[in-house]
């Protein structure tokens, strides 16, 4: 069980038979009564976001979950099929547990599946990928001073804003968190 004072960013917790992720936690003494803990927190399985306070000393559960380090292989049409690097089994995932990673998923890339009692219910990609620039039309000359950037498209299919002086067949690192370009790749 985890006490309130235990609330921090990150932190999953289960609340009515459901893994939550603690977004947000403040801590607040009003001048009256008992000290609240506010706190956003996102559903693991359906995403969705709820505001909720809780009581100084409450307590909630501990998630049953296990975060297995795994490579993604291939999409065979219908499933996402991985790798599990411990023991070389296969595993295949539905749309819906691989749908916030899809647009940074490419061959043999190590990633952290999260289970939630034996099922699978989000893919965790690296911070940083490495992709090739596919679609990057050249930039017109004096279009601006500095800091421009064009659209562009990554051999996965995401497009995202890229400095100027880029161009297609060029390797970028981009930030998976942000779907950011971060720096070329040399």
């Known amino acids: 069980m985890y006490d309130t004072s235990q609330f921090r960013k990150n932190l999953k917790i289960e ?25 956003r927190m996102r559903n693991l399985i359906t995403g ?15 998630p049953n979950l296990q975060q297995r380090e795994v ?9 996402w099929i ?3 690097n411990s023991n070389y089994e296969q595993l295949s995932l539905p749309r819906d547990a691989v749908e916030e ?13 999260l289970f939630y ?14 992709a090739d620039l596919i679609d990057c039309p050249p930039a017109v000359k ?6 421009a950037t064009k659209s562009a498209t990554i051999s996965t299919g995401y497009s995202l804003q890229v400095p100027l002086y880029m161009q297609e067949g060029e390797r ?5 968190r942000t779907g950011e370009f971060s720096e070329r790749v040399k």
């Open 117 to 130: 009692e034996g099922k699978a219910i989000s893919v965790e990609l690296p911070t940083f990928i490495e």
């Open 101 to 113: 990673a899809l647009p940074f998923l490419i061959d043999n890339l190590p990633v952290e599946i």
């Open 71 to 79: 490579q993604y292989l291939y999409n065979d049409g219908s499933a």
């Open 172 to 176: 970028i690192r981009v930030d998976t």
């Open 142 to 147: 004096g279009d601006t001073a500095q800091g």
């Open 48 to 62: 969705r976001v709820l505001e909720r306070n809780f009581r100084s000393g409450d307590k909630v559960g501990v």
């Open 82 to 84: 991985f790798m599990d």
């Open 15 to 39: 609340i009515d038979g459901e893994p939550w992720i603690v977004l947000t936690a403040q801590h607040v003494k009003p001048g009256k009564g008992v000290a609240i803990v506010k706190t």
